[in-house]
C-alpha cells in the first residue's frame, strides 16, 4: 500500500521567515496531494491541495509544488505569523476506482516565534 | 467550519465494552469516511462508506464496523475495546465520485481504561 513520509517533525521560525515541509510518497498511482492543517484539540483543516497534471500551486501566502518523477511534494509558507502555529500533515490519494482513502504523513509541528 | 458533525465530543470506556460514534455529513455529500488519529500521529484510514455500502477498508480489525444512512449520517462501531483503541475519531466527507476533497468533522476523543 502507500506510504508517505514526512519531514522534519518540528520546526521553528521566526516570523516573517519562511517554512518548507517536505513529503515523499511510494505508490505512483496516487494522484492527489492535500496538506491539512490541525490546531491543537480541533479538526484537520485543508488548506491547499494539488493534483497530479499540475506542477505548483499558489494561494496567498501557502504553495505547494510537486515532483511526480522524484515522489515528492513539498508545502511551502512564506511571511509566517504566529497563527500559523500548528501541526501540518501531507497526505495522498489514488484515484477513483479504489476507496480513495488518504493515507497520511506523520506530521510537522510548526512554530512560529515572535 | 465544515458542516461535519461528529457526537459525542469525548467518551470514556472500559476495556472489553463497545461504543458507537456518530457522524452527520456535510450537506449532499454521498461518502464517508472514517480516521483513526492516536496521538502524536497523523489520521489512519479505518473504512469508507458510499452509498450506505463499505467500499473501502484499511488495515483494521472485523470488530471496527460501521453504517451509513440514507441521510448521509454514518456510525463507526467499535467492539471489545482495548486499550490501544485510544484515539481520535474523525469522519470526513465528500462529494464522491471523481471529487476528492475531504472535510473532517471535530472528532471524538475516545479513552478506553
Known amino acids: 500500500g502507500e506510504n508517505v513520509e514526512q519531514h522534519p517533525s518540528t520546526l521553528s521560525v521566526q516570523e516573517g521567515d519562511s517554512a518548507v515541509i517536505k513529503c515523499t510518497y511510494s505508490d505512483s498511482a496516487s494522484n492527489y496531494f492535500p496538506w491539512y492543517k490541525q490546531e491543537l484539540g480541533k479538526r484537520p483543516q485543508l488548506i491547499i491541495d494539488i493534483r497530479s497534471n499540475v506542477g505548483e500551486k499558489k494561494d496567498q501566502r501557502i504553495a505547494v509544488t510537486l515532483n511526480k518523477t522524484a515522489k515528492h511534494f513539498s508545502l511551502h509558507i512564506t511571511e509566517t505569523q504566529p497563527e500559523d502555529s500548528a501541526v501540518y500533515f501531507c497526505?495522498?490519494?489514488?484515484?477513483?476506482?479504489?476507496?480513495?482513502?488518504?493515507?497520511f504523513g506523520s506530521g510537522t509541528q510548526l512554530t512560529v516565534l515572535p | 467550519e465544515t458542516g461535519v458533525t461528529q457526537s459525542p465530543t469525548h467518551l470514556i470506556k472500559t476495556r472489553g465494552q463497545q461504543v458507537t460514534l456518530r457522524c452527520s455529513s456535510q450537506s449532499g455529500h454521498n461518502t464517508v469516511s472514517w480516521y483513526q488519529q492516536a496521538l502524536g500521529q497523523g489520521p489512519q484510514f479505518i473504512f469508507q462508506y458510499y452509498r450506505e455500502e463499505e467500499n473501502g477498508r484499511g488495515n483494521f480489525p472485523p470488530r471496527f464496523s460501521g453504517l451509513q444512512f440514507p441521510n448521509y449520517s454514518s456510525e463507526l462501531n467499535v467492539n471489545a475495546l482495548e486499550l490501544d483503541d485510544s484515539a481520535l475519531y474523525l469522519c470526513?466527507?465528500?462529494?464522491?465520485?471523481?471529487?476528492?476533497?475531504?472535510?473532517f468533522g471535530p472528532g471524538t476523543r475516545l479513552l478506553v481504561l
Open positions: 497526505a495522498a490519494s489514488k484515484p477513483p476506482g479504489s476507496a480513495r482513502q488518504l493515507t
Open positions: 470526513a466527507s465528500r462529494l464522491g465520485g471523481a471529487r476528492e476533497t475531504q472535510y
